[in-house]
């Protein structure tokens, strides 16, 4: 009896794109409502057969199958409700692969792998990944800032004195300050998305998502050195304040001088007078 080879059919897998882009500081979606809404925070709908677009208000808008004229209709609806829009558009994208006879799974730098495309899987992914993209432009942000920062560090420590001149201090300040309030508050890594409330089932999965792209060390890190460039601000405050002080009592001494030396010039006037 000759042994038959039994052929398994392989379970369908059917791989789709997932990419986040931060189009500004804010998106406002009020009014953005349709009668396919999924969602509401964030506002997410479906467009056309597969696709899938959620708009968070930090910006950030997560588009899921769309083809590229789909893609291009969506933004061109929203640009015009985004505000601090930047010349630079930071995307992430992210590739799942659809295994209905799987398990979800997130492979280090490969695919992530879940077993349908539900809107709650979906929220679930398009919150990770739209957390992580603006993380990323936080993180250039703040780092172009403690550029600036650096030189007047090592001028302070070699000379004991700031270098540039007060006008550039107080420009320093202002980019810290203006960094400080764009980050302090704006994307809440730590809260996890609400659809969970409604799917606890759903809570290892995103786990992992926020495991692979490292969200709670990267906004431990970025509040490290905004913690630098608050601190940096300060004391740069402390020096021109100090300046200032030096100033004023240098003034001071000169006109207590001043008047000594013209009593004693009249003195001697009115005496050979």
Same mark, same amino acid.
């Given at each position: 009896?000759?042994?038959?080879?039994? =052929?398994?059919?392989?379970?369908i897998?059917?791989?789709?794109?997932?990419?986040?882009?931060?189009?500004?500081?804010?998106? &406002?979606?009020?009014?953005?409502?349709?009668? #396919?809404?999924?969602s $509401?925070?964030?506002?997410?709908?479906s467009?056309?057969?597969?696709?899938?677009?959620?708009?968070?208000?930090?910006g950030?808008a997560?588009?899921?199958?769309? $083809?590229?004229?789909?893609?291009? #209709? !969506?933004?061109?609806?929203?640009?015009?409700?985004? *505000?601090?829009?930047?010349?630079?558009? &930071? #995307?992430?994208t992210?590739?799942?692969?659809?295994?209905?006879?799987?398990?979800?799974?997130?492979?280090?730098?490969?695919?992530?792998?879940?077993?349908d495309?539900?809107?709650?899987?979906?929220?679930?992914?398009?919150?990770?990944?739209?957390?992580?993209? *603006?993380?990323?432009? &936080?993180?250039?942000?703040?780092?172009?800032?403690? &550029?600036?920062i650096?030189?007047?560090?090592?001028?302070? *420590?070699r000379?004991?004195?700031?270098?540039g $001149?007060?006008?550039?201090?107080?420009r320093?300040?202002?980019?810290?300050?203006?960094?400080?309030?764009? /980050?302090?508050?704006?994307?809440?890594?730590?809260?996890?998305? #609400?659809?969970?409330?409604?799917?606890?089932?759903?809570?290892? /999965?995103?786990?992992?998502v926020?495991?692979?792209?490292?969200?709670?060390?990267?906004?431990?890190?970025?509040?490290?050195?905004l913690?630098?460039? !608050?601190?940096?601000?300060?004391?740069? =405050?402390?020096?021109?304040?100090?300046?200032?002080?030096t100033?004023?009592?240098?003034?001071v001494?000169?006109?207590?001088?001043?008047?000594?030396? /013209? $009593?004693?010039?009249?003195?001697?006037?009115?005496?050979?007078?």
């Open positions: 009896m000759s042994d038959v080879a039994l =052929t398994v059919p392989k379970p897998v059917h791989r789709v794109t997932l990419r986040a882009l931060a189009l500004g500081a804010r998106l &406002d979606a009020a009014g953005l409502e349709r009668p #396919d809404t999924l $509401t925070n964030p506002l997410a709908f467009v056309g057969p597969t696709g899938f677009v959620a708009l968070y208000r930090f950030v997560v588009l899921v199958g769309l $083809t590229p004229l789909e893609e291009d #209709d !969506v933004l061109r609806q929203i640009r015009p409700r985004v *505000s601090g829009e930047r010349e630079r558009v &930071d #995307d992430e992210a590739v799942l692969e659809v295994a209905p006879e799987g398990a979800d799974q997130v492979s280090p730098g490969g695919p992530i792998q879940v077993r495309l539900s809107a709650a899987r979906l929220l679930v992914l398009a919150d990770a990944l739209a957390k992580s993209v *603006s993380l990323a432009r &936080d993180e250039r942000e703040v780092n172009a800032v403690l &550029d600036v650096e030189p007047f560090a090592l001028g302070l *420590s000379t004991g004195r700031p270098p $001149t007060r006008r550039a201090m107080l320093l300040i202002g980019q810290a300050l203006l960094v400080q309030h764009r /980050l302090s508050g704006r994307v809440a890594v730590e809260e996890k998305p #609400d659809v969970l409330w409604d799917r606890p089932d759903l809570e290892r /999965l995103y786990a992992r926020e495991d692979e792209y490292e969200l709670k060390e990267r906004t431990t890190a970025l509040k490290r050195k913690d630098v460039i !608050v601190e940096t601000a300060r004391a740069l =405050t402390d020096v021109i304040e100090a300046d200032r002080t100033g004023l009592e240098i003034a001494v000169a006109l207590i001088v001043t008047e000594i030396l /013209l $009593t004693l010039a009249q003195m001697v006037f009115f005496r050979h007078a």
